[in-house]
């Protein structure tokens, strides 16, 4: 049985936080500092959790599956944002990470609130997105109680689908429809029930560790740097050039011809760079590698180069 709203700590009045209308404009932002600091130690209560969780979906990811998040409201948004930032960071497909938000896309910039309580839309619009058994989907909802979100976990299940639940309410009852649920208690907010604030904040960290942990785990990452990232403005063909002469230890300039040979394709320079090979060599045995170059072990990287 899911626990009432009214029960709920994200919706909770804490008396002890004082009249912010009462402060000035510095002991606000303290205030609100203050209790931002017990975001970080509400994530860490559910470190192992978030570590299960992007094992789960790195593994149907590297099959051929999808992450898909699923949200209202701030919660959907959120998810939105996650994905969106995959394909510039990491050079995914769009489709590879997706977010629904309950009342469709006019909810990214206007609030649909009252769509979030359409049970059976959350499922449906899974459906839409073609979702299959080898996909795994995230509902994501501050209280853990939010129709759509569980809609969409309860089809997901039904349907043979992995699902990870994230909530700020621990014992909220969602647990009852993920495999993986990931529960934090961030507790009451500043502003009453404003779950943009606190809970918000303790999502977005959890999303940022599940879609960069998942995109680790799937060779995106080489030394800590983003070598499947698209430079497609200056500062990111500045940054290019910078990961290629940080990853294979040549000079900046070389580092730039590299790109240039290569497309703009980082890893491909830095594997031309390691194995000293052409850039159709050097994909070739990207390929092979299934584009892990941390798989690798080129001369120059056996030398720390």
Request: glycine residues 10%.
């Amino acid at each position: 049985m899911h626990q009432p709203i009214k029960e709920l700590l994200t919706e909770a009045w804490d008396p002890a936080i004082p009249d912010l209308a009462t402060l000035s404009p510095i002991e606000v932002a303290r205030v609100m500092n203050e209790a931002d600091k017990t975001v970080a130690l509400a994530v860490e209560s559910v470190l192992e959790e978030i570590g299960e969780a992007i094992a789960t979906i790195t593994q149907a990811l590297s099959h051929g599956g999808r992450l898909l998040y699923v949200g209202a409201g701030t919660s959907g948004r959120l998810g939105i944002l996650d994905a969106a930032e995959c394909p510039p960071t990491f050079n995914t497909d769009p489709a590879l990470v997706q977010a629904v938000i309950a009342g469709g896309s006019e909810a990214v910039f206007s609030a649909k609130e009252g769509a979030e309580d359409d049970f059976d839309q959350g499922g449906q619009d899974l459906k839409d997105a073609g979702t299959t058994s080898q996909d795994v989907v995230v509902g994501i909802t501050a209280s853990g109680t939010t129709p759509y979100v569980l809609g969409a976990l309860k089809w997901a299940r039904e349907n043979r689908i992995a699902t990870v639940a994230l909530a700020c309410n621990q014992a909220s009852g969602i647990e009852l429809w993920s495999d993986i649920t990931i529960a934090l208690d961030t507790g009451p907010e500043v502003l009453m029930g404003s779950t943009r604030l606190k809970a918000g904040s303790a999502q977005k960290m959890v999303l940022n560790m599940l879609s960069t942990g998942v995109m680790v785990g799937l060779g995106k990452t080489f030394r800590n740097l983003m070598v499947d990232m698209r430079p497609t403005n200056e500062k990111l063909k500045d940054r290019a050039i910078r990961i290629v002469s940080l990853a294979s230890g040549v000079s900046l300039e070389k580092a730039g011809a590299l790109l240039e040979e290569a497309q703009g394709e980082s890893k491909v320079a830095i594997a031309m760079a390691l194995w000293e090979v052409s850039g159709s060599e050097a994909r070739v045995r990207l390929s092979e590698l299934g584009g892990i170059l941390s798989k690798a072990t080129p001369s120059r990287q056996q030398k720390g180069g």
